[in-house]
Nanobody, 124 residues
Framework: QVQLVESGGGLVQAGGSLSLSCVASGRTISSYSMGWFRQAPGKEREFVAAINWSGNGRFYADSVKGRFTISRDNAKNTMYLQMNSLKPEDTSVYYC?????????????????WGQGTQVTVSS
């Protein structure tokens, strides 16, 4: 089992920045793919960004490309999401997830373990 805990969410004005962290425990996640997803009220959970085990492969949703950066530190069992130039439409609960695969890691269904989420609210 892998336990995931997100942190770093909060309230920020449009144009501002936030940095999210996801700490894994229970198992070393250095060989796993990891991803960030988000879900706004009344909407389905959607892909935001993903990173492969080595950190060399990074993938982004078109809506966040150029503004968000995903990274990981396997020595710390931690993944990060740096969010810049935030917009009101980025307001959501952000979830981190771990996938025991290197294939199609932009797809929600590929993920095996999920955190509880952290709220990000961007005011206009």
């Amino acid at each position: 089992q892998v336990q995931l805990v997100e942190s770093g969410g909060g309230l920020v004005q449009a144009g501002g920045s936030l940095s999210l962290s996801c700490v894994a425990s229970g198992r070393t996640i250095s060989s796993y793919s990891m991803g960030w997803f988000r879900q706004a009220p009344g909407k389905e959970r959607e892909f935001v960004a993903a990173i492969n085990w080595s950190g060399n492969g990074r993938f982004y949703a078109d809506s966040v490309k150029g503004r968000f950066t995903i990274s990981r530190d396997n020595a710390k069992n931690t993944m990060y999401l740096q969010m810049n130039s935030l917009k009101p439409e980025d307001t959501s609960v952000y979830y981190c997830a771990v996938a025991d695969t290197m294939i199609a890691i932009t797809t929600l269904a590929r993920y095996d373990y999920w955190g509880q989420g952290t709220q990000v609210t961007v005011s206009s």
